[in-house]
């Protein structure tokens, strides 16, 4: 078994299917004390050190478990908000340079496989070196490849890997062993191949199914979906178009008040999945004899945790609300992406 270190682990959802691998994640570190304490529940024979890794003694402290338990594995998914389309995208962000610490940790443990995960435009993205400005990626080549490391940044969809949604992340596969390798794409899965045969619900209601209970939204929201088709928003409809509570229309972008596609795996699940004026987070709907669309609601967490691809008995801890739930899937590598990964991971 390899014992492998987390950093920037949110709950462990990236983890999920790590010990299909041989790998065992033997340490991880989360800043948010919510986060950390999801994460052990969920892992618990995982050493959890909960802080800040720019902090001395935090990263201190994760160097020093990891070295206790020989850790030759790393996954990091740094926070992505400075280079992300839905943040501001500032290059001066402070969270650009967390990738910092994570080639830290590498430099000091010289593990044989490292895994980073992000989004796209990391590839494109600056940090601020010895006070100049440098892309990150030629700041991760300059800094592990005197060490003997191969490096293959990647721009990989999870809807290729097992996973029925799609969401794009950059991806560094660095190995010292030798070059790490994309595995195969794999045929795309559907919104209706995975979450068709759970029952219909309207705003509200609940199921026998754990997890499959819907969101309540107000009347407003429920008048204008329901006439709104699959794959379409509400901001086209004709007659029922999204108002105020004045009756002022109100204007957004094509992606908000819209419902997903049946036919297509499900749009990237954001942090905002909950609310039905964020982006492609409205259940598809059937057409019903009176030509409106039934499940007039986001998606329910059941639905969220399929179009992850969590496993069906994945439970999050009693204590955690909807919300955070639905946050940390928001924020979560979609767990068959990483299984698919590890598969051509060098030995």
Not at 56 to 65: D, G, Q, Y
Request: with cysteine; net charge positive; proline share 7%.
């Amino acid at each position: 078994m390899i014992h492998g270190v987390s950093l920037f682990a949110n709950v462990g959802i990236a983890e999920t299917y790590i010990q299909n691998h041989g790998i065992k994640i033997a340490v991880a570190n989360e800043l948010l004390k919510n986060r950390a304490e999801f994460h052990a529940q969920m892992h618990k024979k995982c050493k959890m050190v909960q802080g800040d890794i720019t902090n001395e003694e935090v990263f201190s402290e994760v160097l020093s478990e990891a070295k206790k338990a020989k850790c030759d594995f790393l996954i990091a998914t740094p926070p992505c908000q400075g280079m992300s389309l839905a943040g501001k995208m500032q290059e001066d962000d402070p969270r650009n340079s967390l990738i910092k610490y994570v080639i830290k940790l590498a430099q000091e443990l010289e593990p044989s496989n490292i895994l980073i995960e992000n989004v796209p435009k990391v590839l494109n993205t600056y940090l601020v070196h010895n006070k100049e400005k440098i892309k990150i990626t030629d700041f991760i080549k300059q800094s592990l490849e005197p060490l003997g490391y191969i490096i293959n940044p990647v721009v990989v969809d999870a809807a290729d890997y097992k996973t029925p949604q799609s969401r794009k992340r950059a991806i560094f596969l660095i190995s010292k062993i030798k070059e790490w390798t994309l595995p195969p794409k794999e045929p795309k899965i559907t919104v209706r191949e995975v979450i068709e045969h759970l029952p219909p619900l309207e705003s509200g209601e609940s199921s026998n199914i754990a997890f499959h209970k819907a969101k309540t939204h107000n009347e407003r929201h429920i008048s204008f979906l329901k006439h709104t088709p699959t794959g379409k928003t509400a901001l086209h409809n004709k007659v029922h178009y999204p108002k105020k509570a004045d009756g002022t229309r109100i204007k957004g972008y094509d992606t908000t008040y819209k419902r997903i596609e049946w036919d297509k795996p499900a749009p990237t699940i954001t942090m905002a999945n909950g609310s039905v004026s964020s982006q492609n987070n409205v259940h598809p709907g059937r057409l019903l004899a009176d030509g409106t669309y039934s499940d007039a609601r986001v998606l329910t967490l059941k639905e969220i945790f399929i179009l992850t691809g969590l496993p069906d008995d994945w439970t999050p801890p009693e204590w955690a609300s909807e919300n955070l739930v639905r946050q940390v899937i928001g924020e979560g590598v979609p767990p068959r992406l990483i299984d698919s990964l590890l598969s051509t991971m060098p030995r």
